[in-house]
């Protein structure tokens, strides 16, 4: 228990709060009949969860040092519990979204810290293994979320997939407060609250907030961007808010003691190179899921199980590659793993765009098993690459950039795929037509619109989504392969970049 204990408590938590991101996605159809929800709601219930995880994850592990990181992390797992129970009762979508957004809190406080802890409790090869099998708990949470969540809607329907939560949280809650010491960071340890009072106070707390405007902003600009077109006063305004949150960003981060995101990393253009790659990854990767998950079910007439399996080519792929990766490729440059993988996860997004309205599920394996393969090359290497951007200082702060990007990469792709979706179904159909049918609505409008059109017109969306993920990812990878080439002579120290990362990779320890 001294050995495993801590590892097993933080992976506990690791794995709800991941397993949350993606089990979500096949039970839509089921949430939005029950709901009543639209399609804005449905990508809200995605988005909510993944953009407050984002906005919150940096200022969250800077405030964990100074109130200490178990007391936070437990903090975090009451708070995602009793947002799950929320989830699982809500009477309607807007409560099911609120919901969601709360539970992102929480996820951003364990999330925030998971490494620091681990980091706290373990050292040298102890450390290795403890991170290998975190991130593989990490990898799994994300395959195995649509086939449980497949199980959980067509069973007992689809609350119990927030309701499973709450007796995993009591596990978690009693085994890291048994097993997982208290630690903190240099501004928490030794000193007296009064002290510790004025280190919270000096958290960056307006650049979080700063961040969370632009975040919240830009994604709810383009969702109703879908809703009413790209120059409707309300996708404008908010965009203009967004500019302007961005703008305070930069200025608080350019005054603040102890800064979000020192900006001055942002002149490196490997530190640059790795930021764009993580932002696209999870946004490419998996940012039309959830409109195929919809298509598969309510065109296709597959059960929610039926659907989360056929993700499973693609997870399986994810999984064998990362292993693969980390065993024959190590020392081999992060700009080639990184950019190559989001090359292949274009072209895989790419081989996806031969649907029509006769195609089936079948059409879009091979697809799913290059995003798969691409996904298992970026996946394991690209925080070691942002650990390897910065110097051991600041490793801390490098890797809760990646992760927040990853986020908001990921509620990005959602909303922005979900608006090219609806955009081009409006070609078809009357728009009002359009987002019921996007929105898991085709029952409604099967007794006024032909079988054969509204499969055309579903699938004539996805191709222009999948072809605007496609081509995001090539643009990524080619970025990515272009801003962290090293300069001449510099190929050992790249070489030994993944070294160097490794033994960065518990920042905050």
């Given at each position: 228990m001294r050995t495993w204990g801590p590892l097993t408590a933080v992976c506990l938590g690791t794995f709800m709060l991941l397993l949350d991101v993606t089990i979500v996605v096949v039970a839509l159809p089921d949430m939005a009949g029950a709901l009543h929800a639209s399609l804005s709601d449905l990508q809200w219930v995605v988005d909510g969860y993944a953009l407050t995880l984002a906005a919150l994850l940096l200022g969250a592990g800077a405030g964990a040092d100074i109130l200490g990181r178990r007391r936070t992390h437990v903090a975090g797992v009451v708070l995602f519990a009793a947002a799950s129970l929320l989830c699982g009762l809500a009477p309607g979508p807007g409560t099911l979204v609120a919901a969601r957004a709360?539970?992102?809190?929480?996820?951003?406080?364990?999330?925030?810290?998971?490494?620091?802890?681990?980091?706290?409790?373990?050292?040298?090869?102890?450390?290795?293994?403890?991170?290998?099998?975190?991130?593989?708990?990490?990898?799994?949470?994300?395959?195995?979320?649509?086939?449980?969540?497949?199980?959980?809607?067509?069973?007992?329907?689809?609350r119990w997939i927030f309701f499973v939560?709450?007796?995993?949280?009591?596990?978690?809650?009693?085994?890291?407060?048994?097993?997982?010491?208290?630690?903190?960071?240099?501004?928490?340890?030794?000193?007296?609250?009064?002290?510790?009072?004025?280190?919270?106070?000096?958290?960056?707390?307006?650049?979080?907030?700063?961040?969370?405007?632009?975040?919240?902003?830009?994604?709810?600009?383009?969702?109703?961007?879908?809703?009413?077109?790209?120059?409707?006063?309300?996708?404008?305004?908010?965009?203009?808010?967004?500019?302007?949150?961005?703008?305070?960003?930069?200025?608080?981060?350019?005054?603040?003691?102890?800064?979000?995101?020192?900006?001055?990393?942002?002149?490196?253009?490997?530190f640059v190179g790795v930021m764009a790659g993580a932002l696209a990854f999870n946004g490419v990767a998996f940012g039309v899921t959830p409109y195929l998950s919809i298509w598969l079910q309510?065109?296709?007439?597959?059960?929610?199980?039926?659907?989360?399996?056929?993700?499973?080519?693609?997870?399986?792929?994810?999984?064998?590659?990362?292993?693969?990766?980390?065993?024959?490729?190590?020392?081999?440059?992060?700009?080639?793993t990184i950019g190559g993988g989001l090359l292949l996860i274009?072209?895989?997004?790419?081989?996806?765009?031969?649907?029509?309205?006769?195609?089936?599920?079948?059409?879009?394996?091979?697809?799913?098993?290059?995003?798969?393969?691409?996904?298992?090359?970026?996946?394991?290497?690209?925080?070691?690459?942002?650990?390897?951007?910065?110097?051991?200082?600041?490793?801390?702060?490098?890797?809760?950039?990646?992760?927040?990007?990853?986020?908001?990469?990921?509620?990005?792709?959602?909303?922005?795929?979900?608006?090219?979706?609806?955009?081009?179904?409006?070609?078809?159909?009357?728009?009002?037509?359009?987002?019921?049918?996007?929105?898991?609505?085709?029952a409604a409008l099967r007794g006024s619109v032909p079988e054969h059109t509204l499969r055309a017109v579903f699938t004539t969306g996805l191709d222009s989504a999948l072809l605007t993920a496609g081509g995001t990812g090539l643009v990524a990878g080619v970025l990515v392969l272009v801003l962290m080439r090293p300069p001449r002579g510099a190929g050992v120290a790249e070489k030994g970049a993944a070294v160097r990362a490794g033994e960065r990779a518990a920042p905050r320890a």
């Open positions: 709360v539970q992102g809190v929480g996820a951003a406080a364990m999330l925030a810290t998971t490494l620091p802890l681990l980091g706290s409790v373990y050292q040298g090869r102890q450390r290795s293994v403890a991170l290998g099998v975190w991130g593989a708990v990490s990898g799994g949470a994300a395959a195995v979320g649509p086939v449980l969540g497949g199980l959980l809607a067509e069973g007992p329907g689809w939560n709450l007796p995993v949280s009591v596990a978690a809650v009693w085994l890291t407060l048994r097993v997982v010491p208290e630690s903190r960071g240099p501004g928490g340890v030794g000193v007296s609250p009064r002290e510790r009072g004025r280190a919270w106070r000096s958290v960056d707390w307006a650049g979080t907030a700063a961040f969370a405007g632009f975040a919240g902003g830009t994604t709810y600009a383009v969702v109703r961007a879908g809703e009413d077109g790209w120059t409707a006063r309300a996708t404008l305004t908010s965009f203009g808010l967004a500019a302007f949150a961005l703008v305070c960003f930069v200025l608080v981060e350019r005054r603040a003691a102890h800064p979000l995101l020192d900006l001055s990393l942002l002149r490196r253009p490997a309510t065109l296709l007439g597959m059960s929610p199980v039926r659907g989360g399996l056929t993700l499973l080519p693609m997870t399986v792929a994810a999984m064998v590659t990362a292993v693969v990766v980390g065993k024959r490729f190590h020392g081999v440059p992060a700009r080639l274009g072209a895989g997004c790419l081989a996806q765009t031969v649907l029509g309205a006769g195609s089936d599920w079948t059409a879009l394996m091979p697809g799913f098993v290059l995003v798969g393969i691409g996904t298992g090359f970026v996946a394991p290497t690209v925080a070691g690459a942002a650990l390897a951007a910065v110097e051991p200082a600041r490793a801390g702060m490098a890797a809760g950039a990646v992760n927040t990007v990853r986020q908001l990469g990921y509620a990005l792709g959602v909303a922005v795929f979900g608006t090219v979706l609806t955009s081009r179904m409006a070609d078809g159909l009357p728009r009002g037509d359009a987002h019921v049918l996007a929105g898991g609505g085709a």
